[in-house]
């Protein structure tokens, strides 16, 4: 039995709805449907404005959530891990309307993230056990959650539910943002101290949930290269003999034209900053335990045609096991 298992940053995609309101007055009003009400709101209202750092949380463009949509129909894998979804109701509504329905498994818990940006997975195969990491904490420092969105542990089943395939462990570590009003050096090296600390986090966390031939994945926007010293102490620990499922993708297209150009074949992520080349890594990563390796078959990156990206700045990867 052949499987794909694919990740995608599906770069913000919020619902179309950022405010919610309990207005008293026009509660059980009959309107008509083309009908307007202006209502100013008084001291003594309900209401609720969703925003992040002083702005107003909007939904994801329709021409790039149809976008990302089709990218995900041509990709069809059978089961994909997502970051960077808004809830549940966003994803069920996306799989429904835009996926024609494909997965009929989904599952995605509210994490630690204020921007609301959650992890969340996509499957055609039944699902069993899901634990969510979002409280688990550092030793160097205890009193804050580790994961400042979370670790999604999930069973994949197979189709009789009588036994267990693999498990996925969908991740999305710290980003490299560094709030205007923090100084950079500074901010830049909290965050790197914090990506290793998820990483010895997820290093801890799996040993103690697997056993060596266990068939498990590690997967998710890492938000650094496979060769970073933040990510080393899952991806180079000896105990866990992981291996990188994308290290020799293949693209589904060639890479739209740059200067200089990428050189690599195996990313991600394009950046680039005023007045310097672009720079190009694999922070979408797959990581196969060793009983997963030896069963790979091939991957892929599905490449896309602007070098701002096809409705995400992430493009996604998927490799192929024959379980």
Known sequence: MRITIGTFNLNNLFSRYNFKGEIAAIR???????????????????FRIRTYRGKLVNAKEASETKTVADRI???????????????????????????????PQLVLLEGNDPRLIDVGLLSKFPLGAVTSWQHAVHPEDPGQKVFGRDLLEVQILNPTRTRVLFTVFNAHLKS???????ETDSGDKANRVRR?????AIAAIVKSRTRPRTKYAIVGDMNDPPDSPELAPFVRDPELGLTNGLQ????????????PPPGVAAWTHRYKMAGQPASYELYDQIWLSPSMAERQSASWIDRRTKHGGDGSDHDPGWVEIDL
């Open 176 to 182: 490299h943002y560094v709030d205007f009003r923090e």
């Open 73 to 103: 129909l041509n990709m069809n894998v059978d089961v994909l891990a997502v970051q960077e979804v808004e809830d549940i109701d966003t994803l069920r509504e996306f799989n429904r309307v835009h996926l024609e329905g494909m997965y």
């Open 196 to 200: 290793r600390r998820q990483s010895e």
């Open 248 to 259: 020799d993708a293949k693209e589904t297209r060639p890479a739209k034209s740059d200067t």
């Open 28 to 46: 059980n009003q009959e309107m008509e449907v083309d009908s307007e009400i202006f209502y100013q709101f008084g001291p003594g209202d309900r």
